[in-house]
């Protein structure tokens, strides 16, 4: 990889396309042997009685966030989000997940889109290296950096009184209590639900 001077952006070299065609075959394997596991596992759960609606999802979280990278930097826009999406399913709180998913998004010049994937991110891990993300955003691609931060002892802080800010972290909230529900996963949601209801 080496930095565009023009834009700050991570670019794949010639000579790293290799490395990552690689890794992209080695992922597909396991991508394989995941699946069949998987559908081994949802026919046991059928067999008991157990409704697919009511099966938490399964399979191997840092498989597709791996899958989900190499396909980024491949420039496979779509199968990274997916593959993203997917991770972020499995363990919705894999900071990785919601950071390919905005990479992705944004590489699709779908800078909203990507700016809520960044905070979602945020919101349920509290991964502070995600903030300059969203700063860069706000920033190079939506022009509201000055609003949307506010220093503090702490450094930089999104500043939810700001009415894009507010917007963003309101959709990013919705975002992650339906993607929790999905997960089976009542407990953090309603934790988010209420966190929502207090800061925004």
């Known amino acids: 990889l080496q930095t565009d001077k023009s834009n700050g952006q991570l ?8 490395a990552y065609q690689r890794s992209l075959e080695i992922l597909t394997r396991g ?10 596992h949802r026919l046991e759960e059928l067999s008991r009685g157990i409704p697919e609606s009511d099966m938490v999802p399964t ?10 990278l190499t396909y980024v930097r491949l420039g496979k826009n779509q199968e ?7 991770a972020e399913l499995l363990s919705p ?14 590489a699709e010049e779908k ?9 979602e991110g945020f919101l349920i891990t509290g991964d502070q290296g995600i903030l300059p993300l969203i700063q860069d955003v706000y920033r ?3 022009g509201k950096e000055d609003c949307a931060f506010r220093n503090t002892a702490e450094g930089p802080s999104l500043n939810i009184s700001c009415e894009i800010v507010h917007n963003d972290a309101c959709k990013a909230s919705d975002n992650l209590i339906k993607l929790l529900l999905e997960d089976q996963n009542r407990v953090v949601a309603d934790q988010i639900k209420d966190r929502a209801l207090e800061k925004f």
């Open 59 to 68: 399979g191997l979280p840092f498989l597709y966030s791996s899958l989900a």
């Open 80 to 86: 990274a989000y997916d593959a993203a999406a997917r």
């Open 93 to 106: 709180q894999l900071a990785d997940a919601y950071v390919t998913m905005g990479e992705a998004l944004l």
């Open 111 to 119: 800078k909203k889109d990507a700016v809520i994937s960044f905070i």
């Open 11 to 18: 670019t794949v070299t010639p000579g790293s396309v290799a």
């Open 140 to 142: 190079r691609d939506l």
């Open 31 to 40: 991508l394989a042997i995941d699946s069949a596991s998987n559908e081994n």
